[in-house]
DNA sequence: AGCCAGGGTCTGC
DNA sequence: GCAGACCATGGC
């Protein structure tokens, strides 16, 4: 069976303080590979999309008109200013450094329920094999939609799942908490409706009622999955990142947009101790 | 071989 | 409220 192309190639003119690779692979989403040509294959809200960036154009290939104005717009947080939030980090000596080297990256607006998921898996884990926990768990449980990609499980999916069912996804003790996640959340117990319309402390309050869902995990929910920029997940990166450059307090002018300087931070930490083990 | 990874739970004080 | 053991798995 041919697939039939459902329509052209979106071109837009890359928007400012736009860079798609650094976005796509800066640990926060877990569903997108690069290809040999330098565009990036991956599935998010029920869609796949290649998406290539050049020196002055974005492109959305084989992507229909509406699917492009209804989700990807929203998903890659295409119309906020980017440009003034970096500008406003300028306060701060190191965090102007750390958006430098990390230019362009957007926080994406992930489902919600994909979002709680995957930092649910992303507990005591490590980013390359978090990849793989999901890459397994959707082959296995999403649905096909090209070849060698499926959609994220819907949590009405894994709720009748037992621990056993899904050791083929290797998340070891991760199991039960992901089908906690997914009980909780299909049943309506936890809510992701009103997480989205609760003010920032009682959304985290419900969050922190699913097991396998800490402080860092709801920060984590609320920043990726619901675009709350006032959160700001501490892992081990940015514990670093406070103890060595400030051990004082946090700048003041993230005030606000917390979350977007915490992936700037977490960026700049990473890449500079890599360097530093070479 | 042992340590680490976008942590959290459970128990005991 | 806080420390410590424990939790599966795989890369280095």
Not at 173 to 190: C, L, T
Request: proline residues 4%.
């Amino acid at each position: 069976m041919t697939s039939v192309k459902a329509g052209g190639d979106i071109k837009i003119h890359t928007p400012a303080c736009f860079a798609l690779g650094l976005t796509l692979d800066c640990g926060q989403a877990f569903r997108w590979t690069e290809n040999p040509d330098g565009s990036f294959s991956g599935v998010a809200g029920g869609r796949f999309l290649r998406i290539k960036q050049d020196v002055d154009t974005l492109t959305f290939f084989d992507t229909a008109e509406g699917d492009f104005n209804s989700f990807w717009r929203g998903y890659f947080d295409l119309e906020r200013d980017y440009s003034a939030i970096v500008a406003s980090y300028e306060c701060d000596k190191q965090l102007s450094r750390a958006c430098r080297e990390g230019y362009g990256i957007r926080i994406l607006r992930q489902e919600p329920w994909e979002a709680l998921c995957s930092f649910i898996i992303s507990a005591n884990n490590n980013i390359p094999r978090i990849k793989g926990i999901i890459s397994r768990l959707c082959e296995s449980f999403g649905t096909r939609l090209t070849e060698g990609a499926y959609t994220f499980p819907a949590p009405e999916r894994l709720a009748s799942l037992s621990p056993g069912e899904l050791d083929v996804i290797r998340a070891g003790f991760r199991n039960r908490y992901i089908i906690d996640a997914a009980q909780k959340v299909s049943s309506g117990g936890v809510s992701l409706e009103r997480i989205a319309a609760a003010d920032f402390e009682d959304a985290k309050k419900e969050l922190l009622t699913v097991k396998g869902v800490g402080e860092k995990v709801a920060q984590c929910t609320l920043l990726y999955g619901f675009n709350r920029l006032e959160a700001f997940p501490v892992d081990v990166w940015i514990r670093r990142v406070i103890n060595e450059l400030y051990p004082a307090g946090l700048p003041e002018c993230i005030r606000g947009t917390e979350g977007i300087a915490q992936q700037y931070l977490f960026n700049y930490m990473r890449t500079n101790y890599k360097e530093e083990k070479q």
